[in-house]
């Protein structure tokens, strides 16, 4: 069954294809504070929603990269019938081929698709190049919320190094040089949510398109999901938004109150 087609009938129902609640969402984009006129990047937009709210906020220009046509073409056809096409374009692309100036966005968000670099550090390394001095940086990740068992593992095909662990997540941006700003992680009500409304989407596809031949392998997919994530996802993965600032203050002096005294006592700057 072709990719696309498969997400495209499970998300239909999600305004954003992620497990992290509306309220958050608009929780987080209230925090962003972009400038009049400046530039948010998303790659793997899915359907844009959160270029579309940001925009709507700021009155800022967004830029959203993705590789499914479906969500490509639903996403250009809303913004051109709000007339709001020229403040938000849409590139149907592989993220990892996206070029664009360095340092170029006040903010650059990949929600939930951090596999296009190769992980959650190698994702934070590439937004942060295009973000400028004093911008942010935000990643949508899964999280180990404990030591994730075989039968897990085996049954969803994840390596055990997959993901990392919350705390994890934010040490790697730190290492990258970031300052940690703030994670909004999913509930289970929101996890809930997220897995159940594909369920129903699948399954309401199946009841009305019976002839499709893309039927079976649908259901079989998504009902096997549904177990994996009842069985152990559901108290095994966790998932957040982090948010990172790009050029911060450091906190090596803070984070090391020894090092403050070891300079104060050589006479060293502060
Ligand atoms: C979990 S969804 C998240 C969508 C969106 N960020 C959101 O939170 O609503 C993952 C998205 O990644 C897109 N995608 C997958 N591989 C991609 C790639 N190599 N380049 C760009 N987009 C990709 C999919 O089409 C899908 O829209």
Redesign the pocket.
């Known amino acids: 069954m072709d990719l696309?087609k498969f997400?495209a009938i499970g998300?239909e129902d999600?305004v954003?294809?992620?497990p992290?609640s509306e309220p958050k969402f608009d929780e987080l984009i209230a925090q962003l504070a972009i400038p009049y006129g400046g530039r948010i990047l998303?790659?793997?937009?899915?359907?844009a929603?959160?270029l579309a709210r940001a925009v709507a906020r700021y009155d800022c220009l967004g830029v959203g990269?993705?590789?499914?046509p479906f969500?490509v073409a639903e996403a250009r056809a809303r913004f051109e019938e709000e007339g709001r096409a020229s403040a938000i374009e849409v590139v149907e692309?592989?993220?990892?081929e996206y070029e664009a100036p360095l340092g170029s966005f006040d903010v650059t968000?990949?929600?939930?698709?951090t596999?296009?670099w190769g992980g959650f550090a190698p994702t934070l390394r590439a937004l942060s190049a295009w973000t400028k001095p004093g911008g942010l940086v935000l990643v949508?990740e899964p999280f180990w919320r404990c030591a994730p068992s075989r039968e897990y593992l085996e049954a969803a095909g994840h390596g055990r190094d997959s993901f990392g662990t919350h705390q994890g997540n934010v040490e790697a941006g730190l290492g990258l040089g970031l300052g940690f700003l703030y994670a909004m992680v999913s509930s289970e009500d929101d996890w809930d949510r997220y897995e159940g409304l594909q369920c129903n989407a699948a399954e309401r596809y199946a009841r009305e398109n019976p002839s499709d031949p893309d039927v079976p392998e649908l259901l079989a997919r998504v009902r096997e999901a549904r177990d994996n994530y009842l069985r152990w996802g559901r108290r095994e993965l966790g998932w957040a938004v982090y948010a990172f600032l790009c050029d911060p203050v450091r906190e090596s002096a803070e984070a090391d109150p020894g090092s403050l005294r070891r300079r104060s006592a050589s006479g060293g700057p502060r």
Do not use: P, T, Y
Not at 42 to 47: E, L, R
């Open positions: 696309w997400f998300h999600h954003f294809c992620n992290l998303d790659i793997a937009c899915g359907k929603e959160l990269v993705d590789l499914s969500c692309a592989n993220g990892s968000c990949c929600i939930g698709a596999w296009i949508g």
